[in-house]
């Protein structure tokens, strides 16, 4: 079921929606507590007509995802990172860019610390 930027909740799982891409932080490097490994890391602010809210993308998902595309993003999950609500990607995500337009809500800032 697609669901809208402002239907997410802390913690859900299986999420899919349609969201245009506005901005994308420095990527970052980040060492992994489990095996030590080298990751990047990205924060990605998507929206769509309902709100905006970042997505964290890892290592090669950073660059699929380009500034202004549009795209179908499938099995993502939503968590709380420094008190406020993500979305992630995961290792189960899915996404594909998709040709339709979507006039962004930016007033409803889902990321916002609670």
Do not use: P
């Not at 349609?18 to 095996?35: G, P, Y």
Request: glycine share 4%; charged share 30%.
């Amino acid at each position: 079921m697609t669901e809208t930027i402002s239907d997410i909740k802390s913690f859900q799982k299986k999420i899919d929606l349609i969201a245009k891409v506005i901005d994308k932080t420095a990527v970052r490097e980040v060492v992994s507590k489990l095996d030590e490994t080298k990751h990047n890391v990205c924060e990605i602010l998507i929206g769509d007509e309902t709100g905006t809210i970042y997505l964290t993308a890892w290592d090669d998902a950073i660059n699929k995802i380009e500034l202004g595309k549009t795209y179908s993003f499938r099995n993502l999950f939503s968590s709380v990172f420094q008190n406020t609500l993500r979305l992630n990607i995961g290792r189960f995500g899915e996404f594909e860019e998709v040709s339709k337009s979507i006039d962004v809500n930016l007033d409803n800032f889902m990321s916002v610390s609670k």
